[in-house]
């Protein structure tokens, strides 16, 4: 194992954002770890998701699963039932960066079906993402894990995903740092004008900074110290706008 982590906010689509954070990575001494998000919104989803699986098939890179590949699992599942919920958080724009629906009418069965037969390698990818990732004093999970609980391994599937209160609003007590996206920073700052790395004195790190929102990309080196180097993206494609509304 290497001995130095090189941990990646929410993604989103922004694929040019992503490619110029990893121009920072060190793949020899540095084990890349992306917390998620992969999708949904943004400039090009499909790229995104392709560079990852890239990244994990051929650098041995940990891509955890987050709620929004949560969401497309669940679609091409059983999209009868969960079609409206991802479409409204961004699933659409996945969906099209895969498949062209362009100017069809194209009911949700169909579209699941479509990016299965097209896309045969997305469902076991998401399907084989891990739900956190533990390194000497650190757990990396997309949303955080259940500190209301004695033991944080026993955190439900679900809130690894999705969890907000019952992590963020809790004492850590876990004896470890907690590094996590899925909760935008301005949010956790509170305040829509700070977009940078939010963390507190008992071991959290928030590093999801609303990049596809005109926000931040954020990377952060870490070793068995603690986070030794910092990267930033700035998307300066539109004004930072509505963040604390984000899912």
């Given at each position: 194992?290497k001995?130095?982590?090189?941990?990646?906010?929410?993604?989103?689509?922004?694929?040019?954002?992503?490619?110029?954070?990893?121009?920072?990575?060190?793949p020899?001494?540095?084990?890349?770890?992306?917390?998620?998000?992969?999708?949904?919104?943004?400039?090009?989803?499909?790229?995104?998701?392709?560079?990852?699986?890239?990244?994990?098939?051929e650098?041995?890179?940990?891509?955890?699963?987050?709620?929004?590949?949560?969401?497309?699992?669940?679609?091409?599942?059983?999209?009868?039932?969960?079609?409206a919920?991802?479409?409204?958080?961004?699933?659409?724009?996945?969906?099209?960066?895969?498949?062209d629906?362009?100017?069809?009418?194209?009911?949700?069965?169909?579209?699941?079906?479509?990016l299965?037969?097209?896309?045969?390698?997305?469902?076991?990818?998401?399907?084989?993402?891990?739900?956190?990732f533990?390194?000497?004093?650190?757990?990396?999970?997309?949303?955080?894990?259940?500190?209301?609980?004695?033991?944080?391994?026993?955190?439900?599937?679900?809130?690894?995903?999705?969890?907000?209160?019952?992590?963020?609003?809790?004492?850590?007590?876990?004896?470890?740092?907690?590094?996590?996206?899925?909760?935008?920073?301005?949010?956790?700052?509170?305040?829509?004008?700070?977009?940078?790395?939010?963390?507190?004195?008992?071991?959290?790190?928030?590093?999801?900074?609303?990049?596809?929102?005109?926000?931040?990309?954020?990377?952060?080196?870490?070793?068995?110290?603690?986070?030794?180097?910092?990267?930033?993206?700035?998307?300066?494609?539109?004004?930072?706008?509505?963040?604390?509304?984000?899912e």
């Amino acid at each position: 194992m290497k001995q130095k982590l090189f941990v990646v906010g929410d993604v989103h689509g922004q694929i040019t954002m992503f490619k110029e954070l990893l121009q920072h990575w060190n793949p020899e001494e540095e084990q890349l770890v992306l917390v998620g998000d992969l999708g949904d919104r943004g400039e090009d989803p499909k790229a995104c998701f392709e560079l990852a699986r890239e990244l994990v098939e051929e650098q041995d890179a940990i891509c955890l699963k987050g709620n929004h590949e949560d969401m497309l699992l669940n679609f091409i599942n059983i999209p009868g039932q969960y079609a409206a919920n991802y479409k409204m958080n961004g699933g659409m724009v996945t969906i099209n960066s895969f498949i062209d629906t362009e100017g069809k009418a194209v009911d949700a069965y169909e579209l699941a079906a479509s990016l299965n037969s097209k896309v045969p390698w997305l469902k076991p990818f998401i399907e084989n993402l891990p739900l956190y990732f533990e390194w000497g004093n650190y757990i990396i999970a997309h949303a955080g894990v259940d500190l209301t609980i004695e033991d944080w391994r026993n955190t439900r599937d679900m809130d690894y995903v999705w969890i907000r209160e019952g992590f963020y609003d809790q004492p850590n007590t876990t004896g470890k740092t907690i590094i996590f996206g899925h909760t935008v920073t301005a949010m956790l700052h509170g305040s829509n004008r700070n977009t940078e790395i939010w963390k507190t004195e008992d071991g959290k790190i928030g590093i999801d900074g609303g990049a596809v929102y005109g926000g931040t990309l954020h990377g952060i080196v870490l070793d068995a110290d603690g986070i030794i180097d910092q990267y930033s993206i700035e998307n300066t494609g539109f004004a930072f706008n509505d963040l604390l509304r984000k899912e």
